[in-house]
C-alpha cells in the first residue's frame, strides 16, 4: 500500500505561510455563514489525492486553535484516510456504532492536538446505504449537540455516490482541486455535479500550490462566485 504523509501545518509550523492560508480559509468561511453560522463542513474532491484530508485536518487545527470544540468525522468508508494522518489505529470508529451498537460517545478518540475524531473502524459493505440511514442522521444530529464545529472527510464526487449522500447532512462543502495534478476537465465536472444537485459549495481550495513557483499560498481560497 502507498503510504502518504499528511502534513497538519497549522499544528507542526503554526507561523507559516501555509498556515495562515488555512487561517484565511476559516475565516473565509465564517464570513459566508455571517448570518446563520456554519457547524458541519464538508471536504471532497473531484479525484483521489487532491487534497481534502489535508484541507480538513488542517481547517480543524484552525478551528481548534480558535478554541472551538472540533470533531472530525471519517465518513471516507471506502478509503478511509483521518486515522493515517492521525497515526491512529482504525480498530474502533463508525463500523462499531454501526454494527455493534457501541454509542457515539464509545467511539470518539481524543487525540492529543485537542482534535477529537470518529474514525471509520472496519470496512463496511454498501456505504452508500449506511450513510443514508437514520442511524447515520442520528449521529451527526447527535455531535452537532455537543460540538461547536464538525467536519466531515467524504470520498470523491467522481467515484461514488456518498459525497453526494453526505452532502445532505451538512451546511457547506469545501471543495478542493490539486495544483497542477487535478484534471481542469475532472474539476469543472466535479464541480458542475454538485451544484447541479444543488449542494452549498462554500467555496473552493487549491492544494499542492508552491508559493516558490506560482507565488501564491499553499492554500487559496476562492468564493463560489468569483
Known sequence: MEFFEYRNVVLEMPNSPEAEAYRKLELNIRLHGIDKP????QTTSATPRDGKTTTAIN??????????KTLIIDFDLRKPKIHRAFKKANDLG??????????V???????????????SGQHTTSPHIILESKKT??????VKSKYDVIIVDS??????????IISKMVEGVIYVVAYN?????EAKMGLKQL???????????????????TGYSYNYYYSKEE
Open 181 to 185: 495534478q487535478t484534471k481542469k476537465e
Open 105 to 119: 460517545e464509545d467511539i470518539i478518540i481524543k487525540d492529543e492536538s485537542g482534535i477529537d475524531l470518529i474514525l
Open 59 to 68: 481547517l480543524a487545527a484552525v478551528y481548534r486553535e480558535r478554541g472551538k
Open 195 to 213: 451544484q447541479d444537485a444543488g449542494i452549498n459549495i462554500l467555496g473552493s481550495v487549491f492544494a499542492n500550490v508552491d508559493p516558490k513557483i
Open 155 to 164: 470520498p470523491p464526487v467522481l467515484s461514488v455516490t456518498d459525497a453526494f
Open 137 to 142: 442522521h442520528a449521529l451527526v444530529d447527535y
Open 94 to 103: 463508525f463500523y462499531d456504532y454501526i454494527v455493534e451498537d457501541k454509542s
Open 38 to 41: 456554519i457547524q458541519v463542513i
